[in-house]
């Protein structure tokens, strides 16, 4: 690769990827051979090569050759015991807890609902989140809010941080139900103090449901340790399920039997195959799925934890902390003087898998970089973020996606001095 400029040490990325114990799992991924720049494996995983194969034996083997017995030879379990396997390699939770069923939509939909309806009797009428959550949870909490009577208090953030726990603190009262955060924020990659933060919730009496999507399989979690009432979370970023995966959700033990889930369908009954009159619902973890599980859906993402149990999620965030230190230090070497900002914590313990870069001219620099197939995403305001999957993505690729960038912002700046 060509280094023009003399102030960044040409070896620094090659370096890095010599030292990398993680750097041959890349040739796992399809794509990896080419010379694309994927800078947005935290909104869709690269595919494993092995996943063509095991769809492919899935198909010959399970579905054409079992046919309907599938379901009483692993699939109908498949949602309970896949949610152990995300539970035990990424979560830290106990089997018994975690299921993999709808969308994320969905599963957040059905969790906040069984939560404030828990909470209702004792007069819990508020849901509290903040301002820079993802626009589906906001949706789904307003949209519960207005179908339930209740009040959505909304804690104020920048879109270049996160939520604190002081702040926070000033909101819950008495009546908070349930508080709705993400570990991760999808814009910024602020990591939230999910121990702190679910303490100070927990102080009033509220439930904490985290919204998992962008820290699960990048980032350690103790859902568990950190005592966390709810969670949700996608499989198609780090965990690589492919477009449309579907989600995991996760309740503590402890919370089970007093949740009840506003879609009650016959996959969640204490006994489906009695299909009598009424729903009662099944003990444990089932009680959260509602129908039919979508099993061709689960089968890259089996592959993807199974990548992630054998190297094991520390040694995953430890490559995430270096690739993001990475692409921090070469935006204050080489993009800084075309004036972008880094609007993602520099502080690496509270910063996620990706890094968020300013500069009024992003939304054009994201489209000329698109064309010449390097690919991070384009957030407002006027956000580049780079979001970097530690087992699929080079330190040389960060660097080659780090020359686009620079060249694209000269031809913006050059451009929009000659206009
Ligand atoms: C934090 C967060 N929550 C939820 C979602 C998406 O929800 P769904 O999987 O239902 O589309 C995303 C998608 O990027 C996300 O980043």
């Known amino acids: 690769m060509s280094n023009p400029d003399p102030s960044i040490p040409a070896s620094t990325a090659a370096d890095l990827d010599r030292q990398d114990a993680l750097a041959a799992l890349r040739e796992e991924f399809v794509g990896a ?23 492919a034996r899935f198909v010959e083997q399970e579905w054409g050759g079992r046919l309907i017995r599938g379901w009483d030879e692993g699939w109908f379990d498949l949602p309970l015991t896949l949610g152990d396997e995300i539970g035990r390699i990424t979560l830290g939770a106990a089997p018994g807890q975690t299921w993999v069923g709808d969308s994320t939509t969905v599963t957040l939909y059905k969790l906040i609902r069984a939560a404030v309806d828990a909470q209702l009797p004792d007069g819990r009428d508020e849901i509290v989140i903040d301002t820079d959550n993802f626009p589906t949870d906001r949706y789904v909490v307003e949209g519960i809010a207005r179908e339930r009577g209740l009040t959505v208090r909304w804690l104020d953030v920048t879109t270049h941080g996160g939520v604190e726990v002081e702040p926070l603190r000033e909101l819950l009262t008495e009546r908070t139900a349930v508080v709705v955060l993400s570990q991760v924020a999808y814009r910024s990659a602020w990591l939230a103090d999910v121990e702190r933060i679910t303490a100070a919730a927990h102080d009033v009496g509220a439930l904490v449901l985290w919204d998992l999507c962008h820290s699960a399989g990048s980032v350690p979690i103790e859902l568990d340790a950190h005592g966390v009432d709810l969670a949700v979370g996608c499989t198609y970023k780090y965990l690589n399920g492919g477009p449309g995966s579907p989600a995991f959700g996760y309740v503590a033990a402890r919370h089970q039997s007093r949740l009840a889930q506003p879609i009650q369908g016959w996959m969640g009954h204490a006994d489906p195959f ?44 430890a490559k995430s902390v270096a690739l993001t230190q990475l692409a921090i230090e070469v935006t204050d070497e080489r993009l ?24 009024p001219r992003m939304r054009e620099v994201v489209a000329a970089l698109w064309r010449r ?3 991070p995403d384009y957030r407002d305001p006027h956000g580049l973020r780079i979001g970097l999957s530690p087992l ?12 686009a960038i620079a060249e694209e912002l000269g031809r913006q700046a050059s451009s929009t001095t000659t206009a």
């Open 392 to 403: 699929s993505t080079s330190f040389a690729e960060v660097e080659a996606g780090f020359e």
């Open 274 to 317: 009695a299909m009598g009159p009424g729903y009662t619902p099944a003990e444990g973890a089932r009680r959260f799925i509602s129908g039919t599980p979508p099993v061709l859906g689960m089968l890259a993402l089996r592959d993807m934890l199974s990548l992630v149990d054998g190297v094991g999620i520390d040694a995953v965030r």
């Open 336 to 359: 800084a003087p075309f004036g972008v900002e880094v609007a993602s914590p520099r502080d690496a313990d509270r910063r996620g898998g990706h890094v968020t870069l300013r500069h």
């Open 33 to 55: 051979e080419t010379s694309l720049v994927y800078l947005d494996g935290n909104s869709l995983g690269r595919p494993l090569r092995r996943t063509a194969a095991s769809m």
């Open 373 to 375: 197939d390097v690919i």
